[in-house]
């Protein structure tokens, strides 16, 4: 009985981690164009190359294909299926654990279930979050600023070769370079930004959607409907994305390597905060925040309809 019972865990551990890896993929799929113009705006200095959402997208379909719209998606393709697995699945855990005495609602442990899946799904955040914003943000430094110059390809700090400087870069290119001049710490660079966006993300989040996804409870199925669970994703998401927005435009402007003209290195959160603040003034700290609302919103609401379709559950069985 007791190996039964074992194997019933593990199944269920299985089937919460195929769940969040279906729904990563289909999620960032469907949204990946919007947050390529979201890391494009937020490291632009005012409206040199963007004016919005619309424009970024245009002008980038233009300048380099409906491809263009994708760059660094393969990355994140390769790394959203662990990144979403360990969330959601952390905070699937966490709360089995901290509300064992049976309580329904409990906003305290809620929380702090939030927050620890925050913590955990930052091991896999950084390094894919650092890789993916130097592709997405490639095109945008290649086109000439208003008024100045383009600067030349040799200034990136992560192409090193001649033989590379004609080529787009890589994720490969990208994370090799980084470990060999930075070691595991290049890779790592604005972990302190993502934990201090994405552990609020998390407080925020989880225990909004719960709330909200237990108003569609129906006894029946014993659970909320996929278009109850869509929608209270998408709500949740976004205000949890547009509360954390001012932390990701730090971290943002902290994991690009490459900068454009005129635009500042950052020696850490505090000094890119006081630069932000002075030099482009509050508003700066709320770049990108429609398009960040736009990309989790979806994303999270797709991945909690994956999730409570039972899709992991489906395919464990055939292991039973």
């Known amino acids: 009985d007791g190996s039964c019972t074992m194997s019933a865990q593990d199944l269920s551990i299985v089937a919460k981690l195929i769940n969040g890896g279906v729904a990563g993929l289909v999620g960032v799929t469907c949204v990946f164009p919007i947050d390529l113009a979201k890391t494009r705006l937020q490291n632009q200095l005012g409206k040199a190359s963007y004016k919005g959402m619309i424009d970024c997208l245009v002008k980038t379909a233009r300048a380099e294909g409906f491809l263009g719209m994708y760059r660094g998606a393969a990355v994140n393709l390769t790394l959203v299926t662990p990144e979403k697995a360990i969330k959601l699945a952390a905070n699937d855990f966490l709360r089995q654990l901290l509300m064992e005495d049976g309580m329904q609602r409990n906003l305290k442990m809620e929380m702090l279930a939030g927050c620890g899946a925050g913590v955990c799904q930052v091991v896999v955040t950084c390094p894919m979050e650092m890789l993916k914003i130097q592709l997405q943000d490639a095109g945008r430094v290649a086109v000439p600023q208003q008024g100045s110059a383009s600067r030349p ?26 470990l060999c001049t930075q070691g595991l710490a290049g890779l790592y660079k604005g972990l302190g930004a993502t934990l201090l966006r994405d552990v609020p993300f998390s407080i925020i989040y989880f ?22 669970s869509f929608v209270s994703g998408c709500v949740a998401g976004s205000i949890a994305a547009v509360a954390v927005t001012p932390l990701d435009v730090l971290k943002t402007r902290i994991q690009t390597l490459k900068k454009g003209q005129g635009e500042d290195v950052y020696s850490g959160l505090t000094d890119c905060a006081r630069k932000l603040w002075i030099q482009e003034g509050p508003p700066a700290f709320l770049k990108g925040a429609g398009c960040r609302a736009l990309v989790i919103a979806p994303l999270f609401g797709i991945a909690q309809g994956v999730y409570f379709m039972g899709i992991g559950e489906r395919i464990s069985k055939c292991f039973e």
């Open 207 to 228: 225990p909004l959607f719960a709330n909200l996804n237990s108003l569609g409870f129906s006894e029946l199925t014993g659970k909320a409907s996929f278009a109850h």
């Open 153 to 178: 390809s040799s200034s990136r700090s992560y192409t090193t070769g001649s033989a590379s400087s004609h080529k787009r870069p890589s994720a490969t290119l990208i994370a090799w370079e980084l």
